[in-house]
């Protein structure tokens, strides 16, 4: 079965400042993908950026930008310019063959003006 | 995108009574409709996965007998909390998977149930 591990509980950034939040997981597949979810305190599940494992390019969004290290089974989230909009929970979520979500344990950002 | 409308959005019901939670899919047809279970500060745990027309296929350890979930057409699935109790309590999300994009899906996902048995 896949895991997804995220290390960091809990991450804090100055506004306008760049974090980035780890991911790790465990897979014996090699056709997957591999999400960015927010989770505001309103709870609504926002996707933030998507990468598919057969694409060596890292995918962007914006102010979002993923590093993806297909060998090392990592996936971390880099948000520049961080906003107090940004403060949320963030769970990288993994994708695969039985077409179900594996969440990680989740980061909550803390955004200080 | 794709709208995912879950309702209610907060429900509290007696110990003992049942509660339906609705996930209806307004602009697509959802083939396939997940049910969560979210307890506070924690990750979203699957309970089951739903198809339209046929039975729920449940994670291990979630009782279906209590967590009945019908997905009677392409538009909405239900959710029904029987017999609830009190450490039924939590967050419930729901998401749709859009048919034809079985791989390379974006979950959409409803805004959630937040069940309080008292």
């Known amino acids: 079965a896949q895991t997804v591990t995220q290390s960091q509980p809990e991450m804090s950034v100055q506004e306008a400042e760049t974090v980035t939040l780890s991911c790790t997981y465990d897979?014996?597949?090699?056709?997957?993908?591999l999400f960015w979810y927010k989770q505001p305190p309103s709870r609504q599940m926002i996707l933030v950026i998507r990468?598919?494992?057969?694409?060596?390019q890292n995918a962007t969004e914006n102010r979002f930008s993923v590093n993806f290290q297909k060998a090392a089974k990592s996936f971390s989230l880099k948000i520049s310019d961080s906003q107090l909009g940004d403060a949320a929970m963030y769970f990288c979520a993994y994708y695969g063959s039985n077409y179900k979500l594996t969440f990680g344990k989740g980061t909550l950002l803390t955004v200080n003006p | 995108g794709a709208v995912v409308s879950q309702h209610p959005s907060w429900v509290i019901c007696k110990s003992g009574t049942s509660v339906k939670i609705e996930c209806r899919s307004l602009?697509?047809?959802?083939?396939?409709m997940f049910w969560y279970r979210q307890f506070p500060k924690q990750s979203l745990m699957l309970m089951a996965t739903s198809n339209e027309g046929s039975k729920a296929t449940y994670e291990q350890g979630v009782e279906k007998d209590k967590f009945l979930i019908n997905h009677a057409s392409l538009t909405l699935s239900t959710l029904t909390v029987t017999s609830a109790h009190p450490e039924d309590s939590s967050f419930y999300i729901c998401s749709a998977s859009y048919p034809g994009r079985a791989k390379s899906t974006e979950a959409f996902f409803g805004q959630g149930t937040r069940l309080t048995v008292v």
């Open positions: 990468q598919e494992a057969y694409k060596q």
């Open positions: 897979t014996s597949e090699s056709d997957y993908y």
């Open positions: 602009d697509f047809q959802a083939t396939t």
